[in-house]
């Protein structure tokens, strides 16, 4: 699953360290989720929405629909 | 956004790690006072010998609940890192052990097995399946 978390956290600024910490996450996480090594759960993947203020599927991608 | 020191989901996890490695260790010291008490502390007699297996069955429990605890504590993908390494090392214990017990009775080997072996298969496995599992996710 392809997912824009490296862009907007890039927009805002944040470090990956500083997004891990928002999510309750290790940094680790937060990078292999960028780099689509691990799909969050749906939970988590809510969290990072109401984070960001965006819809689940605006930040995370089907890779079938694509 | 605030990223502060006192993070508070790392913070706790590290308590948590702290917490769990402290009962391992009294674990190991009460598994040691069962091992060499009776033989060089009170000469076998049965009361002292009854009160460390006690010891060490408490104490082992507490360890497993610490564990529990810790493992509730990580985020999803170091629990699943820790879960694939625990589900492996089950995997290679069980077969690896059931044919080492039977190298005896097939008589390759001259000595019994023993079970202190299959501890330390147990912890070369999960080691090297946590190493690889947090490579695989680096």
Known sequence: ?66 | MDESTDDSWQAENNRKAKNLAGWSIAWLGGTALLAFGPKYMWDYSTLPTLGAVLLNLVVGLAMVMALVRYISGLDELERKIFLDAAGLTLGVTLVCGSCYELLEDAKLIPYQPEISHLFYLMVISFAVSVFVGNRRYK
């Open chain 1, 1 to 66: 699953m392809k997912n824009r978390l490296k862009v907007l956290r890039a927009e805002r600024d944040w470090t990956q360290a500083q997004l891990a910490f928002e999510l309750d996450v290790s940094r680790q996480t937060v990078n292999a989720i960028e780099k689509g090594k691990f799909d969050p759960s749906l939970p988590l993947a809510f969290k990072a929405a109401r984070l960001f203020g965006l819809a689940i599927e605006e930040i995370f991608l089907d890779d079938a629909a694509s």
